[in-house]
């Protein structure tokens, strides 16, 4: 299969599985108006269950969406900074490795973007000092303009299939993703207020749910499996929410690892996850509620309830 046939096939599942959401949404939206003009719901009701959920939802949901952005937008600064150093390496000495982007999972809510315009800033200043540095050889007569387009040419004609690759795939992943987050938030309300869909396949797993306590201060662990159910390779991305407790009192903390790995079919890998009960942070005795959503193992995304307590 050649690369753009797997590009249209991927976006062809995309497509479908996008097609598949409305239809289930088109289908519980009906089962909602149905209720509600039978008198089985009432009006106020409904909008009250939809305010509470789109409340409890939405520091995970705003995370979700802005982790995806500021991922597609670290992938790409990656992508260019990545080929340029390789195109550069054929005529200048290596410049050391390449610093990874920074991973949004790993960057507090309130520092995303700040992170990524100092990587951008970074790779800049790298790129400006390479081509500066060129520029020196070539006035030295180090290096002739014709060596550097024929380095140029020949870098495009071998390179260039896989630099157009790897930006496809970002903006595929992207999509993807956003779609999920979409699909999991209308399928959790209508599960909230119509009850379990008893039409979706597969069937939704009983939630897992992991107490993570320990004494303030501490740092408390836990390793949850994750399992490749499906029967290719499986690209795993986990994401862990911040914490909030009943009172609404947000804590972004928290770790995962590895928070992205890939698996064989039927393949299986412990993920841990660590966090750090902040006596700042955590108030004793208190309970606090985070997610784990781990994405790509099986057909749904796997959604595990964490509950933080400092004792």
């Not at 050391?96 to 990587?119: I, M, R």
């Not at 140029?152 to 496809?168: H, T």
């Not at 909230?192 to 306590?213: F, I, K, N, Y």
């Amino acid at each position: 299969m050649t690369q753009p046939d797997a590009w249209s096939r991927r976006l062809a599942d995309i497509s479908a599985e996008a097609g598949r959401s409305y239809a289930r949404s088109l289908r519980r939206y009906n089962e909602l108006l149905e209720r509600v003009a039978s008198g089985a719901l009432e009006p106020q009701h409904v909008q009250s269950e939809f305010r509470a959920y789109l409340q409890e939802q939405s520091p995970t949901s705003t995370r979700d969406l802005v982790e995806a952005s500021v991922g597609l937008l670290a992938g790409l600064l990656h992508v260019e900074a990545k080929h340029r150093e390789s195109l550069l390496d054929g005529l200048l000495p290596p410049d050391g490795p390449l610093p990874p982007p920074p991973d949004p999972s790993s960057v507090d809510v309130t520092t995303w973007f700040q992170a990524l315009s100092k990587y951008a800033a970074e790779q800049s200043a790298r790129g400006i000092a390479r081509h500066q540095r060129l520029v020196e050889r070539i006035g030295a007569g180090e290096i002739t303009a014709k060596q550097v387009q024929e380095r140029s040419q020949r870098y495009l004609e071998a390179q260039a299939p896989k630099f157009i690759d790897e930006v496809v795939e970002l903006g595929m992943s992207f999509a993807s993703r956003m779609q999920d987050s979409s699909t999991s938030l209308a399928d959790g309300l209508y599960d909230r207020l119509l009850g379990p869909d008893p039409e979706a396949l597969p069937p939704r797993s009983p939630p897992l749910v992991v107490d993570l306590r320990g004494a303030t201060g501490s740092l408390v662990t836990a390793e949850i499996v994750v399992e490749n159910s499906r029967a290719e390779a499986a690209a795993i991305a986990c994401h862990l929410s911040e914490f909030i407790s009943r009172a609404n009192a947000v804590v972004p903390v928290g770790d995962v690892a590895p928070s992205r790995f890939t698996l064989a079919p039927g393949e299986s890998r412990d993920v841990i996850v660590s966090v750090p009960l902040d006596e700042a942070r955590f108030q004793p005795n208190v309970d606090y509620f985070g997610l784990l959503r781990i994405a790509g193992a099986g057909e749904r995304e796997m959604v595990v309830q964490l509950i933080a307590r400092a004792e």
